[in-house]
Structures are given as structure tokens and as C-alpha cells.
């Protein structure tokens, strides 16, 4: 009985952690816990993906640097997962816009174009984030030279 109680608490201690973004969508600390981490499992990124479609976070502008920052080091640093990921988000097409902007010109978007290059799986979302990518480029190029 012991042994169950104890498997109980750590069960809701655990759901309640995955549940942090869903009962506070707009926390910095959730996304610098993300980036903090030491290993990022697919729930993790998924759950992130699919919470770039919550409109509660639109006009909070630092919330949304972070989140912009972050989706360019979680495509650079965990790539494979990632899109591996994207792949099963219904709808993709803020999450692609978002890597057609990136949010400042410190971002290193070519480097992670050719890691997303170098991935063999789900070649329809590759291309799309791809092509998002390719756009980010053209971007970041054009607003140095003002």
C-alpha cells in the first residue's frame, strides 16, 4: 500500500509538470525551462509546437521573442525531433511563419537551414520549413544593409 501511494503522488507530481503550459500558455519560465533543458523529450516539443496556435499570447511581445528564439534553437539543437514532430501538427502555418521571421538578425538561419537539409524523413514538412527558412534568409539579408 505503501508502494502504491508513492507511485500515485510521483503519477500527479508528473502530470501536473506536462500540464504546465496548458494551464499557463504565456509563461517565460515554461519556455526557459524548454531551453534549459537537458534532454527534450517528443511530448515536450510537440506540446510546445502545438500550443503556437493558442491566441491567449499575441500581444504579450516578450512572451513572444522567447517563443520565437526558442523555435529556432529547438529546430538547430534537436532537428530530427523537431520535425519529426511538426509533422503531426494539424496546423502548421503559424509555426511556419514564424520561421520565415525570425526575430532578430542574431539568429543564425542558415546554419540551421542545412541541419534541416540534412534530415531524411517527412520530406512535404522538411520542404515547408525549408522554404520558411529560405524566406528568413532573404529577410535577415535585406534588413541589415538599412
Known sequence: MKYFSLVIVLLLISCKA?????Q???????????ENAEKLNDRKIFLF????????CYNNVEY???????LFLLLAN??????SQLERIYNKA?????LASPVHDGIDVTSVLDKVKTY???????QEVIVALN?????????RFY
Open 135 to 143: 524566406t528568413a534568409k532573404l529577410k535577415v539579408r535585406n534588413t
Open 24 to 34: 499557463n500558455p504565456c509563461s517565460i519560465d515554461y519556455l526557459h525551462k524548454l
Open 18 to 22: 506536462n500540464n504546465s503550459i496548458a
Open 94 to 98: 503559424k509555426i511556419l511563419d514564424e
Open 64 to 70: 513572444s521573442q522567447s517563443k520565437n528564439e526558442l
Open 120 to 126: 531524411d524523413k517527412y520530406p512535404e514538412t522538411k
Open 78 to 83: 534537436h532537428t530530427n525531433q523537431f520535425l
Open 49 to 56: 509546437l502545438e500550443n503556437y496556435n493558442n491566441t491567449a
